[in-house]
């Protein structure tokens, strides 16, 4: 019985490797294992090229006239830019720090034409963050500011607006200071106190915990200026115009809601505090028709205990019933490597009803098989419409296929994902493979106040240079941007307005750079 069952194993094996001779034989892809004749293995390579670049993000629309020029004049910068940074990539920008970069970016023609091409939306940046700097600094010219220390202190100063010297030593007016000082002087002070800029950002920030320990220090520092009243809504409509200068013409934008306050000592509540954005928001689209709006997700912070969470949600129902139209969900925020896991948060979460969505962070670590890095799984099982960040999704090729089956919209955040310690070299960031094989994908911008970057075009510089393959052209700016209202949280009547918007922008700016390279205004 024993060499009976041993020689029916031997004839299974001898049939099994037949058939795989088989099989490999009869191939009809490029790949086979004899080697062909040099026309072959060229029809073959050529074929292999070919249906990689049909898998594109982008690669399946078809360019008018117009912009095959622009694609023209755009190809020819990002070939140039590539082309040398090939022979020296030290000198290649989004091979090193956005910060050690940042002023030949500025200067590069490319990234002026990307500024000038509508962008569609901005559907991950955070509220408090969304503003340039200069819109703090020029708040801290409104009277009745305070500050309690001074900036050679290793302590960063505070601030508040108070009608009266608030209680305590070491309180100053911010005008006095500023005389004493120079406005020259002080401002720059405060542009450097107010960001995460730095000229040596390696040195500075040795880990991500150096880093986002700064970077949570920022909100503390400028909330007290931010969520004065007058400010909170000069800040929200200034930042609208900025991304609206920037060629965004829609922003979804997420909010903690802190506590909002003005001289009477009035604090305002959540619902107060949306409803400046609802009235903001519709003042900035009467002033500018062709803005197409905004929408509002909760998120407030991972950290809290229960008691704290479940306080979260009661707000959160409460926002969802009075503003359906402007709330269009709800996100968890902070570090994730510190912060409390997203299962932790599963049993309240699922009691939410249907008609709450769902925007979660998840998967931005670096770190492979921790609590972390398992938020991916519960933000996909919660039914999140889009994934904010998801820097760790290629090593789950389940989740891959899920968000590719589910439609689930992955929001890149290139700059965002370097200064924060994630990816040192934009050519090394997973968001290749999402622009290589068509995902559901957007580019966002996050917080470009601490980066002193524009509301959306260095991400989208970092994203077309450095992310994507040198061959990517036009077609991907143009889906990315279609993707942005596709993934949006309007309903459908509202997105098919939305587009209608925007391919009269994209047309109408498509026509007058086409007219401007053909007349050789453009070099």
């Given at each position: 019985?024993?060499?009976?069952?041993?020689?029916?194993?031997?004839?299974?094996?001898?049939k099994?490797?037949?058939?795989?001779?088989?099989?490999?034989?009869?191939?009809?892809?490029?790949?086979?294992?004899?080697?062909?004749?040099?026309?072959?293995?060229?029809?073959?390579?050529?074929?292999?090229?070919?249906?990689?670049?049909?898998?594109?993000?982008?690669?399946?629309?078809?360019?008018?006239?117009?912009?095959?020029?622009?694609n023209?004049?755009?190809?020819?910068?990002?070939?140039a830019?590539?082309?040398?940074?090939?022979?020296?990539?030290?000198?290649?920008?989004?091979?090193?720090?956005?910060?050690?970069?940042?002023?030949?970016?500025?200067?590069?023609?490319?990234?002026?034409?990307?500024?000038?091409?509508?962008?569609?939306?901005?559907?991950?940046?955070?509220?408090?963050?969304?503003?340039?700097?200069?819109?703090?600094?020029?708040?801290?010219?409104?009277?009745?500011?305070?500050?309690?220390?001074?900036?050679?202190?290793?302590?960063?100063?505070?601030?508040?607006?108070?009608?009266?010297?608030?209680?305590?030593?070491?309180?100053?007016?911010?005008s006095?200071?500023?005389?004493?000082?120079?406005?020259?002087?002080?401002?720059?002070?405060?542009?450097?106190?107010?960001g995460?800029?730095?000229?040596?950002?390696?040195?500075?920030?040795?880990?991500?915990?150096?880093?986002?320990?700064?970077?949570?220090q920022?909100?503390?520092?400028?909330?007290?200026?931010?969520?004065?009243?007058?400010?909170?809504?000069?800040?929200?409509?200034?930042?609208?115009?900025?991304?609206y200068?920037?060629?965004?013409?829609?922003?979804?934008?997420?909010?903690?809601?802190?506590?909002?306050?003005?001289?009477?000592?009035k604090?305002?509540?959540?619902?107060?505090?949306?409803?400046?954005?609802?009235?903001?928001?519709?003042?900035?689209?009467?002033?500018?028709?062709?803005?197409?709006?905004?929408?509002?997700?909760y998120?407030?912070?991972?950290?809290?205990?229960?008691?704290?969470?479940?306080?979260?949600?009661?707000?959160?129902?409460?926002?969802?019933?009075?503003?359906?139209?402007?709330?269009?969900?709800?996100?968890?925020?902070?570090?994730?490597d510190?912060?409390?896991?997203?299962?932790?948060?599963?049993?309240?979460?699922?009691?939410?009803p249907?008609?709450?969505?769902?925007?979660?962070?998840?998967?931005?670590?670096?770190?492979?098989?921790?609590?972390?890095?398992?938020?991916?799984?519960?933000?996909?099982?919660?039914?999140?419409?889009?994934?904010?960040?998801?820097?760790?999704?290629?090593?789950?090729?389940?989740?891959?296929?899920?968000?590719k089956?589910?439609?689930?919209?992955?929001?890149?955040?290139?700059?965002?994902?370097?200064?924060?310690?994630?990816?040192?070299?934009?050519?090394?960031?997973?968001?290749?493979?999402?622009?290589?094989?068509?995902y559901?994908?957007?580019?966002?911008?996050?917080?470009?106040?601490?980066?002193?970057?524009?509301?959306?075009?260095h991400?989208?510089?970092?994203?077309?240079?450095?992310?994507?393959?040198?061959?990517?052209?036009?077609?991907?700016?143009?889906?990315?941007?279609?993707?942005?209202?596709?993934?949006?949280?309007?309903?459908?009547?509202?997105?098919?307005?939305?587009?209608?918007?925007?391919?009269?922008?994209?047309?109408?700016?498509?026509?007058t750079?086409?007219?401007?390279?053909?007349?050789?205004?453009?070099?």
């Amino acid at each position: 019985m024993k060499y009976l069952l041993l020689s029916l194993h031997f004839l299974f094996c001898v049939k099994l490797y037949e058939a795989k001779v088989v099989i490999t034989a009869d191939t009809t892809g490029p790949f086979v294992h004899k080697r062909p004749s040099l026309d072959t293995y060229n029809q073959q390579r050529q074929h292999v090229i070919e249906k990689q670049e049909r898998r594109f993000l982008g690669a399946d629309l078809m360019l008018t006239n117009d912009e095959k020029i622009v694609n023209s004049h755009i190809m020819k910068l990002k070939r140039a830019e590539m082309d040398e940074g090939f022979k020296d990539s030290f000198q290649f920008i989004p091979a090193r720090h956005i910060f050690e970069k940042l002023d030949q970016l500025n200067s590069s023609k490319l990234f002026q034409l990307i500024r000038r091409i509508p962008k569609g939306a901005v559907l991950h940046a955070h509220d408090t963050a969304i503003g340039s700097t200069d819109l703090l600094i020029n708040a801290t010219y409104r009277p009745n500011l305070w500050q309690n220390g001074r900036f050679e202190s290793n302590t960063p100063p505070t601030f508040v607006f108070s009608k009266t010297k608030p209680d305590g030593k070491g309180w100053e007016l911010v005008s006095k200071v500023r005389n004493e000082m120079t406005a020259e002087i002080y401002d720059e002070k405060l542009r450097d106190l107010f960001g995460l800029y730095t000229k040596d950002p390696i040195n500075t920030y040795k880990s991500i915990n150096v880093v986002w320990d700064k970077f949570q220090q920022l909100f503390t520092t400028i909330g007290p200026i931010i969520n004065y009243e007058p400010v909170w809504r000069q800040y929200y409509y200034d930042s609208l115009k900025e991304f609206y200068d920037d060629q965004v013409n829609y922003l979804e934008l997420r909010g903690v809601l802190p506590e909002v306050y003005d001289l009477t000592g009035k604090i305002y509540s959540p619902e107060e505090i949306v409803q400046i954005y609802v009235e903001e928001t519709k003042r900035f689209i009467h002033n500018y028709p062709d803005f197409i709006g905004a929408k509002f997700v909760y998120a407030p912070p991972r950290f809290g205990d229960d008691d704290v969470f479940r306080g979260f949600i009661k707000i959160l129902k409460s926002l969802h019933e009075k503003f359906p139209k402007f709330v269009a969900g709800f996100d968890l925020v902070g570090q994730e490597d510190t912060g409390r896991a997203l299962l932790e948060f599963v049993p309240e979460l699922l009691k939410l009803p249907e008609s709450i969505q769902f925007f979660f962070h998840s998967g931005e670590t670096n770190w492979y098989g921790m609590k972390t890095d398992a938020n991916l799984i519960d933000a996909i099982l919660l039914g999140t419409k889009r994934i904010g960040h998801g820097f760790a999704l290629i090593k789950h090729p389940l989740l891959l296929e899920e968000i590719k089956q589910r439609q689930i919209c992955v929001e890149i955040n290139p700059i965002s994902n370097q200064v924060l310690k994630l990816v040192e070299d934009y050519r090394n960031h997973p968001a290749a493979l999402f622009f290589a094989d068509d995902y559901p994908v957007v580019v966002s911008s996050d917080d470009p106040s601490f980066w002193r970057a524009t509301p959306l075009s260095h991400d989208f510089y970092m994203a077309f240079v450095g992310i994507a393959s040198a061959q990517h052209d036009l077609r991907m700016l143009k889906q990315l941007a279609i993707n942005s209202i596709q993934f949006s949280a309007m309903d459908k009547v509202d997105k098919a307005r939305a587009m209608r918007k925007w391919e009269s922008l994209w047309n109408g700016t498509m026509q007058t750079l086409a007219s401007d390279i053909s007349k050789g205004n453009l070099k």
